[in-house]
């Protein structure tokens, strides 16, 4: 049982500020907050693109979308293209929304409809029921009521980082500049006491956050809390990042681009465009990653290549004694499905939920988080893996070697299930919902043989009625949106 009173973040990188933000906007009369970070080192400097609930993390910090917006040169997102993922060819790609496709049945997903209708003679593309696919396609956003485009972003994290710095600071965050030289642990409990910086400084804590990055100087260095490694699974273990002028206009998609060793994102911010290479040094040479890369930007480069090493994985245990490791310190899956800052803020989030302020925090909440923690990240773990997995590339190594692995056996009985039967089951609050997974399963190939009975039960004119009215009603949204890029300049504009 650890009373808590003083928390100690260790880092400042995207997750250090997202902490400590979120701790003192809601916990700040309640808690002595100090976050450590060190100029000097810097942070990993990438993390563009997210997922929707971050829209949701700025609304409990109390941030305005428009000001977060006009502060990171945010752009929307409504989904990722995936391109060569399937086959490899030039016209091999599909889209991961994050909307729904057409409508659900309580019985039973849209897809089970959709199968049902090209039995009958409907050829329309899955795509075209998909109001943010459609809508991505054609390069156009705007808020719609009842938040019936859903949307996330692409934004500047370290831009990001800023404006949660002085917001942390506002409500009562202290932050000391400095370099972490050693972690004091408490002889007794085998606790983290306190921080010492280089500078001589000491900073003591009951609760430590722990933000260094790939580096978990607490949660790894100093208490030795373990990691499972995944690269099994996720075989890449590197990146280059390098930020481009933009070459057009912005569009509400993120891309990620197949290679024969890996991938590349494309990541249009307002003022940029991102860009990065994936790959597994087993099978590319960083020399030829860089050409790689250098060889496939569309403007004119204004960063030096950023070179990245990674270990894909997760700390057995996130929570470990009087230290809690949030952002890459925990572990780190490629941003394939733009899912590390989203696991940052379920981290931060749980986190508060299980905090109670000024009181006491049990070795059953530690359990408890770390269950929920590691859950997420396998859950993650599982459809990324999918992308590789459910490949038809067999023209490098690299692709005969995903073709052939094994694989965990909740995604195996994921994949089986949806391709006997169409049917996607979301369990334990899982991230990825049936309309995500039903998209990257037909995307990469996986056409289920059957379909629920409750589709068949339509008559000819019914199912005609149901498709093309979803179809109209997409087309007819689509078009009276305005333009991506005009949006967003009124937007960030208005007061
Ligand atoms: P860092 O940014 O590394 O911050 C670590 C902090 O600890 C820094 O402030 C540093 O100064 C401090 N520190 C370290 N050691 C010391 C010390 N001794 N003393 C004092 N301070 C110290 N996420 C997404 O959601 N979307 C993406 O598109 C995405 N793309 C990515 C691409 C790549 C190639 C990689 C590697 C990651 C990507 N991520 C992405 C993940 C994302 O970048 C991170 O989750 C996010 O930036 C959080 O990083 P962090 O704060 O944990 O670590």
Known sequence: MKPVQRIVIAGGGTAGWMAAAAIAHNMGETVDLTLVESDAIGTVGVGESTIPP???????????????????????????????????????????????????????????????????????????????????????????????????????????????????????????????????????????????LESGERIEGDLFIDCTGFRALLIDGALHAGFEDWTHWLPCDSAIAIQTESGRPAPPFTRAMAHDAGWQWRIPLQHRTG??????????????????????????????????????????????????????????????????????????????????????????DIAEFNDQQLLDMEQIRDFLILHYKATERRDSAFWRHCAAMEIPDSLAQKIELFRETGRVFRRNEELFAENSWVQVMMGQGIVPQRYHPIAAKLGEAELDRLLSGLRQDVARTVASLPSHTDYIARYCAAD
């Open 54 to 196: 971050l829209a949701t993390f700025n609304r409990v910090i109390g941030v305005k979308e428009a000001d977060f917006m006009a502060a990171t040169n945010a752009t929307f997102k409504l989904g990722i293209w995936f391109e060569g993922w399937r086959t490899g060819a030039a016209d091999d790609r599909y889209f991961h929304s994050f909307g729904i496709t057409g409508r659900d049945h309580w019985t039973a997903g849209f897809q089970h409809f959709w199968l049902h209708g090209r039995e009958k003679g409907h050829h329309q593309p899955y795509d075209d029921y998909c109001l943010e696919l459609v809508a991505a396609r054609e390069e156009k956003f705007a808020h719609l009521p009842d938040n019936r485009l859903n949307y996330a972003f692409q934004l500047d994290a370290t831009a990001y980082g800023r404006f949660l710095r002085r917001l942390a600071e506002q409500n009562g965050a202290r932050r000391v500049e400095g370099r972490i030289a050693e972690v004091e642990l408490d002889g007794a409990s085998g606790d983290i006491a306190a921080l010492k």
């Open 275 to 364: 860009n990065g290479l994936v790959y597994c040094s087993r099978y590319l040479s960083r020399d030829d990653a860089l050409a790689r890369i250098e060889g496939n930007l569309e403007g004119a480069a204004i960063t030096s290549p950023n070179f990245l090493r990674f270990t894909t994985g997760a700390r057995r245990r996130q929570w470990h004694r009087n230290c809690v490791a949030i952002g890459l310190s925990g572990g780190f899956m490629e941003p394939l499905e733009s899912t590390s800052i989203h696991l940052i803020q379920r981290a931060i989030l749980r986190l508060i939920r299980m905090m109670p302020a000024g009181g006491v925090i049990s070795e059953r």
